[in-house]
């Protein structure tokens, strides 16, 4: 049974280009959230995607968009990058009727690296 | 929006030690996981735990919702054990549910 998994693994962008990054979810799962890990800190809430709509979204700017399949997969789209957008970017995949069961499974992350 | 604090921060250890990472978190949740972080940067579950007292092998957590906080103890550390230890608590809401995490105990073991 495959897990999350996110391509690519690492990536390297300049500054002022854009980024997509992708996720498929664990089979069964039908929802979606990113967050985005600075070096050093815990992961940070992007946004989350269920039935191809985005349902949350954190404190991130409006550079930072997304994307849900009908298959649940996902693309996270960031737009005019910054250095600041250096980054592990992870994929997390959950059943919200199941949460308290068996809660998020996360992939293993997409690094990207802004010069 | 709900606060998370982790403790320590930093935790070094000789093979065999055992441990205990605290997690104190500011207001109700729904759910409380803990993640192992590996050096390639994999979050790994270990407990999914609102309440109570869960074991799997050499880990096991106890969660104490009504005081807001949740304890992991690692017993007979080995040095696979290495790595950062995430708290992240859960509050439903009508719109969807996220994670919020702490900011980790890095944890070294050493032969």
């Known amino acids: 049974d495959a897990g999350v998994t996110q391509s690519p693994t690492h990536l390297i962008k300049t500054r002022g280009q854009q980024v997509t990054l992708r996720c498929s979810p664990k089979s069964g799962h039908d929802t979606v959230s990113w967050y985005q890990q600075a070096l050093g800190q815990g992961p940070q809430f992007i946004f989350q995607y269920y039935e191809e709509e985005e349902r949350q979204r954190g404190n991130f700017p409006d550079r930072f968009s997304g994307h849900q399949f009908p298959n649940y997969s996902s693309e996270l789209n960031v737009n005019a990058l910054l250095l600041g957008d250096s980054a592990l970017y992870l994929c997390a995949s959950s059943v919200p009727r199941a949460l308290l069961l068996y809660g998020y499974t996360f992939g293993s992350g997409t690094r990207l690296t802004v010069v | 929006g709900i606060q998370v604090e982790q403790s320590p921060p930093d935790l070094i250890l000789q093979e065999g030690a055992n441990s205990t990472l605290r997690c104190n978190f500011s207001?109700?949740?729904?759910?409380l996981q803990w993640f192992h972080q590996n050096p390639w940067g994999q979050l790994i579950n270990l407990f999914y735990i609102p309440s109570g007292t869960k074991q799997n092998g050499r880990l096991s957590a106890t969660t104490v919702a009504t005081e807001r906080y949740s304890l992991l103890y690692i017993s007979s550390s080995q040095t696979t054990d290495s790595g950062v230890y995430f708290c992240?608590?859960?509050?439903?809401?009508?719109?969807?549910?996220?994670?919020?995490f702490g900011e980790g105990t890095q944890l070294t073991v050493n032969p």
């Open positions: 992240a608590v859960v509050r439903w809401e009508t719109s969807g549910s996220r994670l919020t």
């Open positions: 207001d109700s949740v729904n759910n």
